[in-house]
């Protein structure tokens, strides 16, 4: 149980378009998913907390604008980088927390999506 | 705020033997949650092992086992009998169950030797 998966895997675009990631919790409901980006070697950087039905809360040095993120079902939250260069190229993760239930602290994660922009 | 540190960024160890991950982190909460993550090269988060700051007993799983020094703010992990198959980044992580954001330390990356 508590699967996220994530799609595309890998997308490689043109500079100037605008990509779209989808982040789906398979079997439970998630209210909040997380958005973080990791570079080669690095470490995960949260970029926005995404709520069902409400705006998302970017984290500071994040361009709003940029990284656009949709949260319309208990399922799905999609992550749009909107006007893409070659510095946003990287390594998207995405991750939830179930629904309800007991507080465990425990987040899930999808299996990342890469993206190079040329 | 909170922060994670990892200082080492490369371990090695002998297949069959044992190693041990350092984490520290800093906190002035007191409900919260620390997680040891593998990502191996597929780049796939895998949740390790878990510990509740309120617990005292250090949390195992399987081969995995932490000793978890709250006094310290210390959280370090050992695999015990390490195999090929747990070559991978390891990632040190505190969260809490209010907001769910997770901070992650900087990683280790683990090698093992055959």
């Known amino acids: 149980g508590a699967v996220v998966s994530q799609h595309p895997s890998w997308v490689i675009c043109k500079s100037g378009t605008s990509v779209k990631i989808e982040c789906r919790s398979l079997d439970f409901q998630a209210t909040t998913m997380f958005w973080y980006r990791q570079f080669p070697k690095q470490s995960l950087m949260l970029m926005a907390t995404s709520n069902e039905g409400s705006k998302a809360t970017y984290e500071q040095g994040v361009e709003k604008d940029k990284f656009l993120i949709n949260h319309a079902s208990l399922t799905l939250s999609t992550l749009t980088v909107t006007s893409a260069h070659p510095e946003d190229s990287s390594f998207y993760i995405c991750?939830?927390?179930?629904?309800?239930?007991?507080?465990?602290?425990?987040?899930?994660f999808g299996e990342g999506s890469r993206l190079t922009v040329l | 705020a909170q922060t994670v540190t990892q200082s080492q960024p490369e371990m090695s160890v002998q297949e069959a033997e044992t190693v041990t991950l350092s984490c520290t982190y800093d906190t002035s909460e007191s409900d919260y949650y620390l997680f040891w993550y593998k990502q191996p090269p597929s780049r796939q988060m895998i949740l390790v092992i878990r510990?509740?700051?309120?617990?005292?007993q250090n949390a195992t799983e399987n081969r995995f086992s932490v000793n978890f020094q709250k006094a310290a703010k210390s959280f370090s992990l050992k695999i015990s009998d390490s195999q090929l198959g747990d070559a991978a980044m390891y990632f040190c992580a505190w969260g809490t169950s209010g907001t769910y954001k997770y901070i992650f330390g900087t990683g280790t990356r683990l090698k093992v030797l055959a």
């Open positions: 510990q509740e700051a309120y617990k005292q």
């Open positions: 991750s939830a927390r179930v629904a309800g239930g007991f507080r465990t602290g425990e987040l899930f």
